[in-house]
């Protein structure tokens, strides 16, 4: 079984995997953000079903990666909390 110490060190570097990919994260998000904005742009006005599909997908894939980054820092929290309650 691990120590008190082992156990705080394992959620230190855990969290710090976890911080690195909210980065990694907000950078999709900007891109994408900027995808979509870029796509709705050149698209405005068409009546094509398949733009204003790729418009919501584009939306959709936004929106995903926000509710990741959220469960993302809600993990953060919740093991800062037991290694904090160690």
């Known amino acids: 079984m ?3 110490e082992e156990v705080r060190a394992g959620i230190a570097l855990a969290n710090d995997k976890a911080s690195e990919s909210l980065g990694a994260l907000q950078q999709a998000h900007s891109s994408l953000e900027q995808a979509q ?3 709705l742009r050149v ?16 939306a959709q894939a936004v929106g ?17 909390g037991v290694a904090n309650r160690l």
């Open 2 to 4: 691990a120590s008190i």
């Open 37 to 39: 904005g870029a796509l």
């Open 43 to 58: 698209t405005e006005g068409s009546g094509q079903a398949d733009v204003s599909e790729a418009n919501g997908l584009l």
């Open 64 to 80: 995903s990666i926000a509710e990741v980054q959220q469960a993302v820092q809600a993990a953060i929290n919740a093991s800062e």
